[in-house]
C-alpha cells in the first residue's frame, strides 16, 4: 500500500519510453493536484514540428526556467533535459512498461491523432529503448532514478501505472 504525501508531488518528473503513459499520468496527476505540467516535446521540438529540434542550450535554458517554478510535473523521454534540473524534483516516476504496452499504446495514439508522420520511424526509435546507448535509453533513465534521493516510483505496466493514479485519487 502507498502511502503519499500531497507535497512530495509539488515538483514531480515523470520518465520512460515513448507512449509509456508519462502524458497519461501527468495530466491526471495536474488535475487532481493543481499542478502545472510541461512536456518535454514542447522544449524539445521547436514550435511542435517534429523536423525542428530546439538548440541543447536554448532547450536547457527553457526547461530550467521552468523549473524554477514552485510547482510543476515535468515529462518526457529526454534524460537530457532531466538532468540539468532534477535537483529542484520532490518526486520521481519512471513508467517502464513493458515494450508490448508501449507499441499498443503508440499504436492507438498515433491512429487517433491521425498521424501522417513517420510512424516507422518513430516506432522503430522506441522498440530500440533498451538497447540505445543515449541519454534517452533504458540505461540512462535507470541512472537517473537510481541516483535520485526523493520519492521515487516505478510504474512497470500501464495496469500499475493506472492504479497509481487512482491511489492519488484518494489523498
Not at 487517433?112 to 533504458?138: C, I, P, Q, V
Request: hydrophobic fraction near 40%.
Amino acid at each position: 500500500m502507498l502511502n503519499f504525501q500531497l507535497d512530495e508531488f509539488n515538483r514531480t518528473v515523470i520518465i520512460g519510453n515513448t507512449a509509456s503513459g508519462k502524458s497519461w499520468l501527468a495530466k491526471r496527476m495536474g488535475k487532481m493536484l493543481a499542478l502545472n505540467i510541461v512536456d518535454l516535446d514542447q522544449i524539445h521540438w521547436v514550435d511542435g514540428n517534429y523536423n525542428r529540434k530546439e538548440s541543447a542550450p536554448v532547450a536547457i535554458t527553457k526547461i530550467s526556467q521552468r523549473a524554477q517554478e514552485d510547482r510543476w510535473i515535468i515529462e518526457g523521454v529526454y534524460g537530457w533535459l532531466v538532468s540539468p534540473i532534477i535537483l529542484r524534483a520532490t518526486c520521481l516516476i519512471w513508467t517502464d512498461i513493458p515494450w508490448s504496452e508501449s507499441r499498443k499504446n503508440l499504436l492507438l495514439r498515433e491512429t487517433d491523432r491521425g498521424s501522417t508522420g513517420n510512424f516507422e520511424d518513430l516506432e522503430a526509435w522506441s522498440g530500440d529503448y533498451w538497447n540505445r546507448k543515449s541519454a534517452s535509453s533504458y540505461g540512462a533513465h535507470l541512472a537517473i532514478y537510481k541516483g535520485f534521493k526523493g520519492s521515487k516510483y516505478r510504474l512497470t505496466n500501464m495496469k500499475e501505472t493506472s492504479a497509481f493514479a487512482d491511489r492519488l485519487a484518494h489523498i
